[in-house]
């Protein structure tokens, strides 16, 4: 097979990946430099204790647990979205999916790895694997998350394979890479039968391990007897939020990868309306959701339940709590309600102010539930410290760092699939054009319209 | 098994590789001798019995050793005061023992005002010598010991050390108990039988928590009580501390009107007919209008009740419902036995005295001396005793009273005063187990004062703010380090003797403050070693049980509580004969640590009312005599009846007349500007003075307010809302003297318009754990003195509270119940 | 090796036999953790602590991992047995 | 087999804080100091606290003290992912603190707050060391530690009783709150027992449990007048 | 590519890899490095291990056969505790002193062990078995209540000559539940764990 038979219109694509520039130097220095700072912070926090973070007796957890929640919402994005995308065959999903599936796989690393920052004794965390046990909640979450990292993992790399023959077929470098990973693709029909079946899979068995990590992550906290936790919503509650927040964070990614890398000819204004207006059914949803579990907690009215209801409402929690309801609620459905709105800038905004929001809504639940213990004792109080925050910043440059990685490698936009769209399309166009033009003289009719 | 850190370290090193090892944020030292220890794997347990000496209470403990090493204390079951039970800061007595700061040897000031180490030998030759200079020129007078340790046994020793130089100048800076000498004649408090009472009316005394003996007062109200027949409480007072929240009613009255209540309570009690009519008639004095040796009529103490404390007039003084003082009085008639005690906010104000006499005059309504469950004396102690000495020329500093008050002086003001005005100087001052310039008023002035006393010695375990001030520093070992001898703690209504040896070796180059005595009168020679003549101070003590010995009264307390009792009943009338049954009772006592007799012998009212007329006294005859007294100085002729009025007159009292004489309500002085009334209180967490070394009980400290390692300041919830001040926002509370950080708790019961302060924090020494530790209000309390005792009161300041900054960290907790319940 | 035609790159069989051990430690790990899944449901068993949602919820993991497993040999074999018959080789 | 239980009677109890203090030096627990403690990482495994109530325009205090209540269905034990905590066979929740990876699920989960945790190496300053009780284990940083019901002295009890040839009976263990409580407001005994004093104590109309309506069948039983 | 360099025909090899992974060549260095750095903290760790393992010397060689073996003495003559107590104990001064008061034979180690008598001074024994700091261990309950030998712990003490550098039996927590597993004695963690 010959190299110029890729030698396509997309090659601007592959541009970030053959001729890195000053900029990706730049990009990783910082990054890597925050990171590092992380990790230097981490091992402090390993060497002194966890008397480092601001966690104390009744609010035993803190952010670790709130980035956990935050983060593994965050991977809901990608492989789900993109998996329904493509069950759903909607078309205009084709420039999209890709990056969904790394905000996925990056974000999930970063995700599970934060309960191994939480615990007291990190070096003990093979306990959990000699000897665990099922019943704690959280060995759930380490299957559940450890098999939705395998799958996404999967999804990516398995749709990824055609175009990393293309970066072989290229010559890109380091060569003994893409051919290590383009596992011998040549487009044959029979590859790409076997592709496409082994996708049709992966996007079907994907779905439900997606549901399932974020419903066993609520259960986390529903499974305990907590006011404010112990709640039986808590399942679709927080899976309606990670998608919520996953829509957001992947709208971000893309809006600005595309004004980094120039994508406007692939991100066009209607990925973004279909998009935003799908952001705008979870924000009524998530809004939804938060109504009738805070109506449930309101009318019960059970003492210990209403503390932290009051908490949050108009006790210390009250800027978070409303700040949540804004950015989650009010700004996105005011701005995405509205064509005139709905530009990229504001979809931007909205964006971010739903990723915050979301971030908002696991710090809600997480610390006043502990804050307001049954047990008489005083309300507790926590404050982050320096090396909480430095860790979430540790976290989000990860994230970063983890795109800039990966363009710097693959291409961030599949290509054959955009390949495949355009081919699907003009043979769609020329078939559904054959139903009513005159056939052509002496032809059979053309049966491989099918898709 | 003991194991070092560094070893468990090692270990955990082997699971946790270089990980477990970063986890040291501060290295640890371990004495070699323990790591020794350690390394060779402990080896076998042992317990023995002894007193706890970290305040007077003298509770039995049960020392748990491993290797001869102390790991554990526990309250002896047997013992009759606490029967097992122990207090927080008794808990602690081994962080105490091997608390970080404490004095590893002999300190002496150098040049530069620093403190630098010296042996034994050279400070011991340096006092010697200064004493003997001082006895050489006549001047033994000049020499002053105030003392903090509670026992009898050691105070005569110190007394006759003193005596032996020729000086009386020692004070144990005790509370003086003068409303029993003036009402009963007696210098000695007596004893309240809470085992055998049904009722305590508790007038501003935390029972439980503060009060000579709380665990005492626990045990035998509560602790030896089946449930149904638990002690009841009344409390009357200013706060509801833990004990006030176990009364039955509690009673909130203004700070300073304790006196009053106690009148209106007695008021009812004369008026309703619910006194004792024959104790009365028998054995008081001046309760109806009597006519006096010159015929004229006085006022009875009936009539000015009846006239004067009527509900209305006192539930107005007092700020409480009236209704409330007939409900209290109507319980304290009903009940069986019931005793009413005084202490806390009743014993430190400037009307203390009388407010004592007022809670004392409703025993004495209620019949309750001599009566099971009531005031009596508890039996004496049968020491050997000593050959006496002549007398010193010059009368005690601590007693010489002026014109200002009428009976006393408060010890550490006279001290301070005296060397600052030059009218008592004192060469050589010897302070011991006490901390003067931290807990009195007068502090800072003693402190100036001790900077002109040429040789200030103090004994101490720790460097505390006496012994930062003082030119010698001898450490004194802690208690389980020391032979110890307690006597009869006060309000006790048995007596008990603790005498135990030491449990270890002292951890410090220290020496028993008794051996310090006796060793300096060795060196001293001539008549100061003539009056100490022992060896050491356990051959002292020794010399003195055996009188107990002989005496065959009372028990050694072995095995149960009811085992003694019963072994005690057999032995009854059992002498001792010889040596060797003395011997072995030396063994059996030292072994057991304790002695006790609970047999009172009754009807012994001689021992009770000492006064002239050999009853109570409603009318004090002997305060009457001396305002008189105080009265007609310098302006002879005037009668009698003038003289007490212009008496009353000179000491500032509102009362007139016969009232000055009988208990009543003299209002409570006011120093300062500020719209609080600043109330001290002492927590059971700040029992004694040495708890403050124990990491435990400073984390511990202010548990019944959240509020660890820090002072708080108390306001009742509407004073707080006047000042617009919320739970935990800190604060700065002023006096017109100084002022102190505190965080703010609100308190829904407490009186308005106070604020209470816990006492014990606010060390400024450096050297222990306390250090910079929370605020010590007693620092920034203005002079007002009770003009009967002379006693600086804690209870007059007004403050002002500035708030500094609003609460940080999360709020109180939530209160249950509300309107629903 | 040297089987193989001189057309061939050098190193591409190193390359298939990279292929082949990471398709194996993909193996490994989900047997590993299908086996570790199991493990847990037999302590489980001996802790006596097993409410059955538990033994649900990780019977349902281990599917997964097979399935992911599988579907990433089916790729590999599939890819492999694709290519073109003729044999020219990746480049 | 015994099933232990404690009765806290609150009609005796004063709030003094003994049974605070004899619990924190039985079970060599350490002193954060100052500054740990303001930010509330204060640590004790039995604490009193003050508890204000209103009924009937009448403000209430009782100071009641609180340590694990041991629960026959204890919410901590069913979320530890690693068997660190566990019922005993005597029905003690207990920790092992080789097996903790410091995860604090078990404080999230428990209603009673009767965890604590170890957020710094425990200090031990000067010699204090030397007092530690040999019975107890000492703790390190980063795991999670809570009430025994002095289980050590249960062992110790149980051996002196097999020694002596008979089983253990009621009175033979005591918790170090029991020895140090003046008011004697504590017992401690084997709620399978009848004839035990603390299980008639649970028998008492005044006895109940704190949050009985969560279900998690508490083993320590308050006992106090019901008005 | 690790297994194609140790192949006999080596440099050509090495070379021909070095064109095909030209790329990686840098990336392959950095992971041989890493390799070796991992592997020198592996064995230097060990090292340190083993070294801290090192067998304990005692300072009187304590001939545990001549006692047990030709004196028929118990090991309780001497281990006081083994059996009534929670601790053994290691005898010391004040139970050797009830034979060794002086000398008995002409063994250098036993003139040691008189001088420490006659001196009063401790002889400082090592601790050789020991369970970590987290384990409840009580003799009298395996002894006396159990029935246990000593050497089913122990190993065979009272046949060494000389005093034994580490425990003859390791005592792990395996050790100690097989046993208890056995016996059919519970194994609950409390029983141990403190």
Redesign the interface.
């Known amino acids: 097979m010959s190299a110029d038979k890729h030698e396509f219109v997309d090659g601007d694509l592959l541009r970030s990946i053959e001729q890195s520039g000053v900029g990706f130097r730049v990009a990783t220095t910082v990054l890597g430099l925050t990171v590092l700072t992380a990790w230097v912070l981490f091992s402090r926090q390993i060497l002194e204790g966890l008397g480092v973070t601001g966690l104390n007796q009744p609010v035993a957890w803190g952010f670790y647990i709130v980035n956990f929640v935050f983060f593994i919402g965050i991977s809901h994005a990608g492989t789900l979205i993109s998996a329904i995308l493509r069950l759903s065959q909607a078309e205009w999903r084709r420039p999209i999916t890709r990056m969904a599936e790394v905000i996925t796989v990056v974000v999930l690393a970063i995700g599970a790895f934060h309960p191994v920052l939480d615990l007291g004794r990190p070096e003990r965390a093979l306990n959990i694997f000699t000897a665990g046990r099922l019943q704690s909640p959280l060995l759930w979450d380490v299957s559940s998350i450890s098999a939705y990292f395998m799958a996404s993992t999967v999804y990516l790399y398995i749709p990824m394979i055609p175009d990393i023959a293309i970066l072989r077929d290229r010559g890109v470098r380091p060569r003994w890479l893409y051919s290590f990973l383009a596992w011998g693709w040549q487009g044959t029909p029979r590859q790409q039968a076997v592709l496409g079946r082994a996708v049709n899979i992966m996007m079907v068995l994907v779905i439900p391990i997606a549901v399932s990590v974020h419903t066993v992550i609520s259960y986390i906290f529903a499974m305990t007897l907590q006011p404010g936790w112990h709640s039986t919503i808590f399942g679709p509650y927080f899976v309606v939020g990670a998608i919520f927040s996953g829509i957001a964070a992947l709208l971000m990614v893309m809006i600005v990868l595309r004004r980094i890398f120039r994508l406007e000819r692939y991100l066009k204004q209607i990925h973004f309306d279909y998009l935003s207006r799908l952001l705008l059914i979870m924000a009524l949803l998530w809004f939804y959701f938060t109504f009738s579990e805070y109506l449930t907690a309101f009318f019960g009215h059970e003492p210990a339940e209403m503390r932290v209801f009051y908490y949050k409402v108009s006790g210390p929690y009250a800027p978070f709590f409303w700040g949540m309801v804004v950015c989650n609620f009010l700004v996105p459905v005011l701005i995405l309600a509205f064509r005139r709105t709905r530009t990229i800038p504001g979809i931007f905004v909205a964006s971010l102010t739903v990723v915050v929001g979301m971030w908002l809504e696991r710090l809600n639940i997480v610390v006043p539930s502990l804050a307001n213990p049954r047990s008489g004792l005083p309300t507790g109080y926590y404050l982050p410290s320096v090396v909480e925050w430095g860790m979430f910043a540790g976290g989000i440059a990860t994230f970063i760092l983890g795109f800039v990685l990966f363009a710097r490698f693959f291409p961030l936009i599949s290509l054959w699939e955009i390949q495949e769209g355009r081919e699907l399309s003009v043979a769609e166009t020329a078939a559904r054009l054959e139903t009513y033009l005159p056939d052509p003289p002496a032809a059979a009719p053309a049966e491989e319209a099918s898709p | ?5 560094r ?2 370290l ?3 090193g ?4 270089a ?2 090892l ?5 290295a ?4 070699d001798r ?1 790591v ?1 220890l350690a ?7 042992s317990q023995v019995q002894t007193i706890c000496g970290l305040c007077a209470g003298g509770c039995g403990l049960t020392v748990r050793l ?1 290797d001869g ?7 002896n ?1 047997h013992h009759p005061l ?8 008794g ?2 007595g ?2 105490v ?6 004095l590893q040897g002999p300190l002496r000031r150098q040049a530069g005002g620093e403190h630098g180490a010296t042996t034994w030998e050279e400070a011991l030759d340096e006092i010697a010598t200064r004493l003997t200079a001082l006895t050489a020129a006549g001047q033994g007078d000049r020499v002053a010991f105030l003392s903090g340790e509670p026992s009898e046994l050691f105070h005569d020793l110190a007394r006759r050390f003193l005596h032996g130089l020729g000086s009386a100048n020692l004070s144990r800076l005790d509370d003086a108990g003068l409303a029993h000498e003036l009402t009963q004649g007696i210098a000695r408090a007596p004893g309240y039988d809470l085992g055998g009472a049904d009722l305590v009316v508790s007038f501003g005394l935390d029972l ?2 503060d009060g000579p003996t ?2 005492h007062a ?2 035998a109200m ?3 009580r089946p ?1 149904e027949q ?1 002690g009841a409480l009344i409390q009357v007072g200013t706060r ?1 501390s ?2 006030a ?2 009364a039955e009613i509690f009673a909130l009255v203004r700070p300073g009107t304790l006196g009053a209540f106690a009148l209106g309570i007695a008021h009812t009690l004369v008026r309703e007919g619910g006194y004792d009519r024959a104790f009365v008639a028998e054995h008081t004095f001046g309760f109806d209008d009597w006519t006096d040796e010159d015929g004229r009529e006085r006022l009875g103490f009936r009539r000015l009740l009846l006239e004067r404390y009527y509900p209305d007039r006192v539930a107005a003084l007092c700020g409480c419902d009236p209704a409330l003082i007939v409900r209290v009085a109507r319980r304290l008639a009903a009940a069986a036995a019931p005793v009413a005690v005084a202490g806390g906010d009743a014993v430190r104000g400037t009307n203390a005295t009388w407010t004592q006499m007022a809670v004392q005059a409703l025993n004495a309504l209620t019949g309750a001396f001599d009566r099971p469950g009531g005031v009596v004396m508890p039996p004496p102690i049968p020491l050997t005793p000593l050959a006496a000495l002549p007398a010193p020329p010059a009368p005690s500093l601590f007693a010489a009273a002026g014109d200002e008050t009428a009976f006393g002086v408060d010890p550490v003001e006279a001290l301070a005063a005296g060397v600052l005005d030059g009218t008592r100087p004192v060469e050589l001052l010897i302070v011991l187990d006490t901390n003067p310039v931290f807990s009195s008023p007068a502090g800072d002035r003693l402190r100036e004062a001790l900077a002109r006393i040429p040789t200030v010695v103090a004994l101490a375990s720790f460097m505390d703010e006496t012994a930062a001030a003082a030119e010698l520093v001898l450490p004194t070992p802690t208690f389980l380090e020391r032979w110890q001898g307690a006597t009869t703690p006060r309000g006790v209504a048995f007596s008990t003797l603790g005498l135990a040896p030491p449990v270890v070796e002292p ?1 410090t180059d220290a020496r028993h403050p008794g051996d310090v005595l006796l060793e300096l009168g060795r060196r001293l020679g001539g008549e100061a070693a003539a009056a100490l003549p022992w060896s050491d101070y356990p051959a002292y003590l020794k010399q003195r049980i055996e009188g107990l010995a002989l005496s065959g009264q009372g028990s050694v307390v072995t095995g149960s509580f009811e085992e003694s009792w019963i072994q005690f009943l057999e032995e009854r009338g059992w002498r001792f004969l010889g040596r060797k049954e003395i011997e072995s009772f030396w063994r059996t006592l030292t072994q057991e640590s304790s002695w006790w007799n609970p047999v009172r012998s009754r009807g012994d009212w001689g021992r009770l009312f000492a006064t002239a007329s050999g009853r109570y006294e409603f009318f004090s005859r002997r305060l009457e005599a001396r305002l008189v007294e105080l009265g007609a100085a310098g302006e002879g002729g005037a009668s009698a009846a003038e003289a007490l009025a212009r008496g009353s007159a000179r000491l500032g009292l509102e009362a007139e007349g016969d009232e000055a004489c009988m208990p009543h309500h003299e209002p409570e002085a006011a120093r300062g500007e500020g719209e609080l009334t600043l109330l001290p209180f002492r927590p ?2 700040a029992r004694g003075s040495l708890g403050v070394t124990s ?6 400290f202010g ?4 509020s ?3 002072t708080w300041a108390e306001l009742a919830a509407e004073t707080a809302h006047e000042l617009d001040l919320g739970d935990g926002d800190e604060v700065r509370v002023e006096s017109d003297r100084g002022h102190f950080a505190a965080v703010v708790r609100i ?3 407490a009186a308005a318009g106070t604020v209470h302060v816990p006492l014990g924090l606010g060390h400024e020494a450096p050297g222990s ?1 306390a250090a910079g ?1 929370g605020a010590n209000p007693v620092g920034i309390m203005l002079a007002a003195r009770d003009p009967l005792s002379g006693r600086l009161s804690r209870t007059a300041t007004r403050v002002r509270l500035a708030l500094v900054k609003r609460r ?11 309107s629903e ?1 | 090796m040297s089987s193989q035609p001189p057309s061939r790159p050098p190193g591409s069989r190193r390359i298939y036999l990279l292929q082949v051990v990471s398709v194996v430690a993909i193996w490994a790990f989900v047997l590993g953790i299908s086996g570790w899944i199991l493990h847990l449901l037999r302590l489980s068993h001996q802790l006596h602590d097993v409410p059955s949602a538990s033994i649900g919820i990780s019977i349902v993991a281990i599917p997964v991992f097979l399935t992911g497993a599988s579907v990433l040999t089916y790729v590999f074999v599939g890819l492999r047995r694709g290519r073109d018959a003729g044999g020219e080789e990746q480049r | 087999m015994s099933r232990w239980g404690m009765a806290i009677d609150l009609d005796r109890c004063t709030g003094c804080g003994s049974c605070m203090a004899a619990c924190h030096q039985e079970n060599n627990l350490t002193a954060v100091g100052p500054s740990e403690a303001a930010l509330d990482r204060v640590f004790h495994w039995l604490r009193v606290l003050p508890e204000v109530s209103e009924a009937h325009a009448e403000v209430t205090v009782t100071y009641t003290p609180q340590l694990c209540v041991q629960c026959d269905k204890p919410p901590c034990v069913r979320v530890c992912p690693v068997h660190a905590t566990y019922l005993s066979d005597e029905g003690i929740v207990a920790q092992i603190y080789a097996r903790c990876i410091g995860c604090r699920y078990c404080m999230a989960a428990c209603p009673y707050n009767a965890k604590v945790f170890n957020w710094y190496e425990p200090q031990w300053p000067g010699q204090l060391q030397a007092k530690a009780n040999p019975d107890v284990s000492l703790r390190y940083k980063g795991v999670v530690e809570k009430c025994t019901f002095c289980h050590h002295r249960v062992l110790k009890a149980r051996e002196d009783a097999a020694l002596a040839g008979r089983g253990l009976r009621d009175g033979d263990v005591s918790t170090a709150c029991e020895d140090s409580c003046p008011a004697k407001a504590i017992v401690f005994g084997d709620l399978d027992d009848p004839a035990s004093r603390v299980s008639r104590l649970a028998r008492s109309p005044r006895a109940s449990r704190h949050h009985e309506d969560l279900g998690t069948e508490p083993k320590v039983y308050h006992l106090a007048r019901k008005e | 590519m690790t297994n194609r360099d140790a192949s006999p025909p080596a440099p050509p090899a090495t070379r021909r890899a070095g064109v095909a992974l030209r790329s990686s060549g840098a990336a392959a260095k950095g992971v041989l490095v890493a390799a070796a750095l991992v592997a020198l903290a592996l064995v230097l760790g060990g090292a340190v291990l083993w070294a801290a393992r090192r067998p304990l010397e005692q300072p009187i060689a304590f001939n545990h056969a001549l006692h047990v073996g030709q004196l028929e003495m118990d090991c309780t003559d001497c281990h006081l505790y083994a059996v009534n107590g929670v601790r053994a104990t290691i005898p010391n001064i004040e139970v050797c002193a009830d034979c060794h008061d002086e000398a008995a034979s002409e063994s250098a180690e036993e003139t040691r062990l008189v001088e420490y008598v006659a001196s009063g001074e401790r002889v400082p024994w090592r601790k050789i078995y020991r369970v970590p700091e987290h384990v409840y261990f009580s003799h009298r309950r395996h002894t006396q209540l159990g029935g246990i030998e000593c050497e089913t712990c122990h190993g065979a003490v009272g046949e060494q000559v000389e005093p034994v550098g580490r425990p003859l039996v390791r005592l792990s927590m395996e050790h100690c539940m097989r046993c208890h597993q056995d016996s059919g004695v519970s194994n609950d963690c409390l029983l141990c764990h403190r």
Request: net charge positive; proline share 14%; hydrophobic share 40%.
């Open positions: 098994m003991i194991l070092p850190r070893d468990l090692k270990m955990l082997v699971g946790a590789g990980v477990g970063g986890g040291c944020r501060q640890w030292s371990v004495p323990l020794e390394l060779r794997g402990p080896g076998l347990e491993v090493l102390p790991v554990g204390i526990r309250g079951p606490n029967r097992g039970g122990l207090c927080p800061v808990l602690a081994l962080e023992l091997y608390a970080p700061g404490r439980y928590e709380p665990i626990t045990a509560i602790g030896s449930t638990l509801v833990p004990s929240s176990k951890l059971i967490t990491p435990m009980v400073l984390e511990m548990y019944t307010a959240f660890p390692w820090q308190h829904p019961a754990l530790i940080s960290r999360g709020g109180p907790p939530p209160r249950h119940g509300g319940a």
